[in-house]
């Protein structure tokens, strides 16, 4: 049994409003979000500052969170800006939320 604190998703992290966007998947999305925020995960968001929790998608299975995150990355930019408009039009941080 899958334990209801953690969430699955796709998500998206930005390091400023229509700044630096990196596209991920998981399966504890508010742990992940913490290692990117904390600079804990070497790498591209470490490098550039990718913090910011802007969009996601709660999913019930890993296997379609990892489908919709390659989905997503397979976009263009201007369309993963008009997605996390859709949900966050003015990129706030989302991570605060989750963890309320």
Partial sequence: MRDPDRIIAAYILANRRYGTLYTGVTSDLSRR???????????FTARY???TLVWYQPFEDIAE???REKQIKGYARAWKIKLIEAMNPHWVDLYFKLNQ
């Fill in 33 to 43: 979000v913490y290692e990117h925020r904390e600079g804990l995960l070497p790498g």
């Fill in 49 to 51: 500052g990718v913090k």
């Fill in 65 to 67: 969170a990892i489908r």
